[in-house]
């Protein structure tokens, strides 16, 4: 399965940008998907993941309310609607899909497969 993430760019403070990833090669909704992210020298943080039929989700609690994961299942592509960016928020941020749907999907360890990052920068 390939995982392609696109959608980053240079935002001003309170901005906002949609993410999206197309999953091609195996049946997109084999997969419950997440969405990670890195900033320059930390480790990769979870950031949300919803099911394979997209009702259910969960967040880093510090991110609800800002940011929002969704699926278009006959669309082959995840997003992830980033609001009220802020500095802090500037990272590659990675699409990763494993099989399994667990709330234990914090740990980048679990998934198999990952996109190929998109970076986003917020300006103060």
């Known amino acids: 399965v390939q995982l392609q993430a696109s959608g980053g760019g240079l935002v001003q403070a309170g901005g906002s940008l949609r993410l999206s990833c197309v999953v091609s090669g195996r049946p997109f909704d084999d997969y419950a998907m997440s969405w990670f992210r890195q900033a320059p020298g930390k480790e990769r943080k979870f950031v949300a993941a919803?099911?394979?039929?997209?009702?259910?989700?969960y967040y880093e609690d510090m991110l609800k309310g800002r940011f929002t994961i969704t699926r278009n299942n006959r669309m082959n592509t995840l997003y992830l609607q980033m609001n009220t960016l802020q500095p802090d928020d500037s990272a590659v941020y990675y699409c990763a899909a494993r099989t399994r749907w667990e709330y234990d999907g914090q740990d980048p360890r679990k998934y198999p497969y990952w996109g190929q990052g998109t970076l986003v920068t917020v300006s103060s």
């Open positions: 919803i099911n394979w039929y997209g009702d259910k989700t």
